[in-house]
T-cell receptor
C-alpha cells in the first residue's frame, strides 16, 4: 500500500538554526500539506501546496517557514531560524481527492 | 464557532463493549466527513469516509444526520487496540482539513 514517507523521524537542533524536513508524498497525489502538532495539542494546519505553488497557508506559516518541491518526488518544509516554540511533531500529508493521508511525522526538538 | 464539537472524553469502556461518539458540525455546506483515529504521538490515520447518510466497515459504523448536523461513530465489540483519539473532520470544500481535539477512547481489559 502506498504511503507518505518523512525524514528525519527526529531532529534536535539549537535555537536559531535552520531545519529542513523532507517528505515523499504518495506518487499519484496532487495536493501536499504540512501540519504540526505540539505535544498535548491538536493537529494544526500549516500550508497546502498544489501545482508547484502554495494554495493556502495558516497564520502559523509566517516568513520563517517555506515549502518547496525541488524535484518530482520530494516536498520539503524549511524553518529558517528555529525558535523554542517550533518544537513539535511535523506531519506531511498528501491527497488526490478529499481524504488526506499522513506520514509518520518528524519530531523536531529545539533547544 | 468551532467547525466541530466533540466530547473530549475519555470514554473508558471494557473490551467487547459497544461505544458511540457524536460529533456536531457548524458548516451546513459540508458534503462529506472523515473519521480519523490518532494514537498517542502518531499520525492521524483515516478510519472511514462518509459521503452519504452513513458508512459501515466491519465493527465501525458512521451515521450522518444532516438535518441535525451531527455525525456519529459506533464501534462494536471494542478491542484493546481501538484505544485512541477519534477525530471527526468535515470536508468543507477547502483542500486542507481542519482537525479538532477529538474524543479519547480507552478500552480496558
Amino acid at each position: 500500500e502506498p504511503e507518505v514517507t518523512q525524514t528525519p523521524s527526529h531532529q534536535v537542533t539549537q535555537m536559531g538554526q535552520e531545519v529542513i524536513l523532507r517528505c515523499v508524498p504518495i506518487s499519484n497525489h496532487l495536493y501536499f500539506y504540512w501540519y504540526r502538532q505540539i505535544l498535548g495539542q491538536k493537529v494544526e494546519f500549516l500550508v497546502s501546496f498544489y501545482n508547484n505553488e502554495i494554495s493556502e497557508k495558516s497564520e502559523i506559516f509566517d516568513d520563517q517557514f517555506s515549502v518547496e518541491r525541488p524535484d518530482g518526488s520530494n516536498f520539503t518544509l524549511k524553518i529558517r531560524s528555529t525558535k523554542l516554540e517550533d518544537s513539535a511533531m511535523y506531519f506531511c500529508a498528501s491527497s488526490r481527492s478529499g481524504e488526506l493521508f499522513f506520514g509518520e511525522g518528524s519530531r523536531l526538538t529545539v533547544l | 464557532r468551532k467547525e466541530v464539537e466533540q466530547d473530549p472524553g475519555p470514554f473508558n469502556v471494557p473490551e467487547g463493549a459497544t461505544v458511540a461518539f457524536n460529533c456536531t458540525y457548524s458548516n451546513s455546506a459540508s458534503q462529506s466527513f472523515f473519521w480519523y483515529r490518532q494514537d498517542c504521538r502518531k499520525e492521524p490515520k483515516l478510519l472511514m469516509s462518509v459521503y452519504s447518510s452513513g458508512n459501515e466497515d466491519g465493527r465501525f459504523t458512521a451515521q450522518l444526520n444532516r438535518a441535525s448536523q451531527y455525525i456519529s461513530l459506533l464501534i462494536r465489540d471494542s478491542k484493546l487496540s481501538d484505544s485512541a483519539t477519534y477525530l471527526c473532520v468535515p470536508d468543507t470544500g477547502r483542500r486542507a482539513l481542519t482537525f479538532g481535539s477529538g474524543t479519547r477512547l480507552q478500552v480496558q481489559p
